[in-house]
């Protein structure tokens, strides 16, 4: 129905997060009719992306390249590096950190853990082996804040991790459900995720 290139642009577009065929469709229209630079200066932040922009080999964070080889939290000296936050989505540590609670550092999971693969996501692999490494490097207690989304993924996520963590003696805690089930951690407010930090278990 549509031109090959714009029907290639829908179908690159319906492939985002939360974008069916008919958003795709009215992005694809409202990208056309700009008449402004916009499309060129969209085009050169893509470019930018993947050229500026890199992913902590530690924790999964994005980062600015110019800065270093590791996101701002793992390459902190002043965050809490026996202290590890999981969570699902790198949106959810901007939250996070704007509840002004939390002093550790993070490991982003990336997506809901299916209990029924037989192969572990590389992500947990990574949790487990940054443990052990933390465990040859220090005495003090190693703690793992499990703060998965209280929704029926998110638990079934936490219990498959904390099944793989149970066996190296370090303490485990999931968030306070001050947290509403079926409630994203994205989307709360900074008073109801100092209150989950302050008493998780």
Not at 96 to 105: H, Q, S, T
Not at 137 to 161: C, D, F, H, R
Not at 174 to 190: C, I, N, W
């Amino acid at each position: 129905m549509y031109s090959n290139p714009l029907q290639k642009l829908i179908d690159k577009l319906s492939k985002l997060p939360s974008v069916g065929p008919r958003q795709a469709s009215r992005i694809a229209f409202y990208l056309l009719k700009r008449q402004d630079r916009f499309l060129e200066e969209l085009i050169e932040d893509l470019k930018n992306l993947k050229q500026q922009i890199g992913i902590c080999q530690e924790c999964f964070l994005s980062y600015e390249k110019s800065s270093g080889k590791k996101c701002e939290f793992c390459q902190n000296p002043k965050r809490n590096k026996n202290t590890i936050c999981v969570v699902q989505k790198e949106m959810e540590v901007q939250n996070i950190e704007n509840a002004k609670i939390y002093e550790g550092v993070y490991h982003i999971l990336g997506e809901n853990i299916d209990i029924l693969q037989k192969d572990m996501p590389y992500s947990v692999k990574k949790l487990l082996d940054r443990i052990d490494n933390l465990k040859k490097q220090t005495n003090k207690e190693i703690e793992v804040i499990l703060a998965t989304n209280p929704t029926t993924e998110g638990t079934a996520t936490a219990l498959y991790i904390k099944k793989f963590l149970e066996p190296k003696n370090i303490k485990i805690t999931t968030l306070a459900r001050g947290l509403s089930f079926g409630s994203e951690l994205e989307y709360q407010d900074q008073q109801t995720i100092s209150s989950a930090f302050l008493n998780r278990k």
